[in-house]
């Protein structure tokens, strides 16, 4: 699969040619459709994160996504092949600007209808920001 990845802190994105991820117990493969790019993501890039993240290299980034559910592992019960979905990448699982990425069933919901997939990959990270801020 192609993806957006970095090969060392501070160093150019570049396109990389990796394995697609399998689906292990409680995950979705998601074949991105949309992926949102954050603040979040130039501070991983430049190591700004890595004593509380720590990564391995090559690195895909990206944390916020939309696409559709193109495998299920054992245990995902609340998604089957083809729902649309959207997610925050937890922080030890980045990794939305490739075709496909894997996402724990938790950190997964329902694309809502009237959104399409960039308008829902805009949301995650800046709507929980914002609850934040409010809550």
């Not at 130039?42 to 559910?69: E, H, M, N, Q, W």
Request: aromatic share 8%.
């Amino acid at each position: 699969m192609k993806a957006l990845a970095i090969r060392r802190y501070k160093a150019p994105m570049e396109i990389m040619e990796l394995p697609r991820p399998e689906p292990g117990p409680g995950e979705l493969l998601v074949r991105v459709r949309a992926a949102g790019v954050n603040p979040l993501d130039y501070k991983i890039r430049d190591g700004a994160v890595k004593v509380l993240l720590p990564f391995s290299f090559p690195l895909i980034l990206g944390t916020d996504l939309a696409g559709d559910v193109e495998a299920i592992g054992p245990g995902v019960t609340r998604f089957k092949i083809g729902d649309a979905v959207y997610s925050c990448l937890d922080n030890d699982r980045i990794g939305a600007f490739a075709e496909y990425a894997l996402v724990r069933e938790r950190a997964a919901a329902r694309k809502p209808a009237r959104l399409d997939y960039a308008q829902a990959a805009a949301l995650p990270l800046v709507g929980l920001t914002a609850w934040q801020a409010l809550i």
